[in-house]
C-alpha cells in the first residue's frame, strides 16, 4: 500500500475478461488517480439499474452521468489525501475499486432479485391465471453470447448462451454440464441452483428473441435461483459474484481438458515408441565392416 504515502504518475492501460478495458491514471496530479471502464453492453445495463448500484457501492468516487473520461463508460476518481487512514479500509477501498466490473454487471441481478420479491407479494388472480413473469432483462456482453434474466413469483431464471468454437468442445461442455445434475445429487449440494443445457434450441423464455444468433455451435445454459440463493443479502451477493463467472469458468476448464488429453496422447505415444525400440531384433551372424566413408561390406 506505499501508493497512498508515496503517489507516483500513473498512466496504465488493461484489459478484463470479455473484452473490458480500463484505463488507470493521474490526469492532474499524482494525488489524483482516475480509474475509467469501458463495456460494450453498458447502455443495458444502466438501463437495468448501473448507476443505482454504483452509486450504493461507491458514493462520491463515482463520477456523474456524463462526466466519464471520453471513450469510457464510468469512471471513478480517488484523492489520496481524502483516503482512509487505517489499512484495513484501503485494503478494502482498493479491493472495490477492482470489483467495478462486477459491481456494473450486478445491476440486473439486483432488479430481477427485488421484482421477484415483488412478484411473490402479490395476490393470486381471481381468473385462475399464473402471475405474470417480470421484464426479460438481456445483457449483450460478448459477440454472439448474451446472459438473460427474469424474475418469476418463485424464482429468478438466468440464462447464458455460450458459442463453442470447435465440435469438441461443445462434446466437453455437454459432459461438464452433466456433472452439474449428477453432482446436484449429493445430499450435500442438494440446495445449488438447477442446471438445464440444451444444444442448438432456445430455452421457452428466450425463444422469441430476434438477436438469437442462428448458428450451430451455440449452447445454452439455464440456472434456476430460488428465493434460497439470494434471499439473505450475503448470500445475494456471493450468487451474483459465483453466475457472473460461470461462462469464464466453463471454457477454461474445457480447454485444460483438451490440454490434458493431449499430453496423456503426447506420453502414450512416447512409451510406444519405447516399446517398438527395444522390441527391435538384432541379426546374428558376421558384423557387419564399414569403410572410412560409411559404405558397408563383406569379405569373402
Not at 18 to 34: N, S
Not at 73 to 96: C, H, I, M, T, Y
Amino acid at each position: 500500500m506505499s501508493v497512498f504515502t508515496r503517489p507516483s504518475a500513473l498512466d496504465v492501460q488493461f484489459v478484463d475478461f470479455d473484452g473490458v478495458r480500463y484505463h488507470m491514471w493521474t490526469p492532474e496530479k499524482k494525488t489524483v488517480i482516475l480509474l475509467s471502464m469501458n463495456i460494450r453492453c453498458w447502455d443495458e445495463l444502466a438501463k437495468y439499474g448501473a448507476w443505482d448500484v454504483l452509486g450504493k457501492e461507491y458514493g462520491a468516487y463515482l463520477k456523474p452521468a456524463g462526466g466519464a473520461e471520453p471513450g469510457y463508460n464510468v469512471s471513478l476518481e480517488l484523492d489520496f489525501e481524502q483516503a482512509p487512514n487505517d489499512p484495513e479500509g484501503r485494503d478494502a477501498l482498493v479491493k472495490s475499486f477492482s470489483l467495478l466490473r462486477r459491481h456494473a454487471l450486478a445491476a440486473p441481478f439486483v432488479k430481477a432479485f427485488q421484482t421477484q420479491k415483488q412478484l411473490d407479494s402479490l395476490p393470486d388472480p381471481t381468473d385462475g391465471s399464473a402471475i405474470p413473469d417480470g421484464e426479460l432483462m438481456a445483457i449483450h456482453y460478448r459477440d454472439q453470447e448474451a446472459i438473460y434474466v427474469q424474475a418469476s413469483h418463485d424464482r429468478v431464471t438466468v440464462i447464458f448462451s455460450t458459442v463453442f468454437q470447435e465440435e469438441t468442445d461443445r462434446i466437453f461442455g455437454k459432459l461438464f454440464l452433466r456433472e452439474f445434475v449428477d453432482a446436484r445429487r449429493l445430499p450435500t449440494i442438494q440446495t445449488a441452483p438447477q442446471v438445464l443445457y440444451s444444444d442448438r434450441d432456445p430455452p421457452p423464455q428466450i425463444r422469441d428473441d430476434p438477436a438469437l444468433p442462428k448458428a450451430e455451435d451455440v449452447g445454452y445454459v439455464t440456472f434456476i435461483l430460488f428465493p434460497r440463493h439470494f434471499t439473505n443479502p450475503i448470500t445475494a451477493e456471493a450468487t451474483i459474484s459465483h453466475i457472473q463467472l460461470f461462462r469464464d469458468n466453463l471454457h477454461y476448464h474445457i480447454k485444460c481438458s483438451k490440454v490434458y488429453m493431449h499430453t496423456r496422447m503426447r506420453a502414450g505415444v512416447a512409451e510406444f515408441l519405447k516399446v517398438l525400440n527395444r522390441a527391435k531384433v538384432e541379426v546374428a551372424g558376421e558384423p557387419v565392416r564399414k569403410t572410412v566413408t560409411g559404405r558397408t561390406f563383406s569379405t569373402r
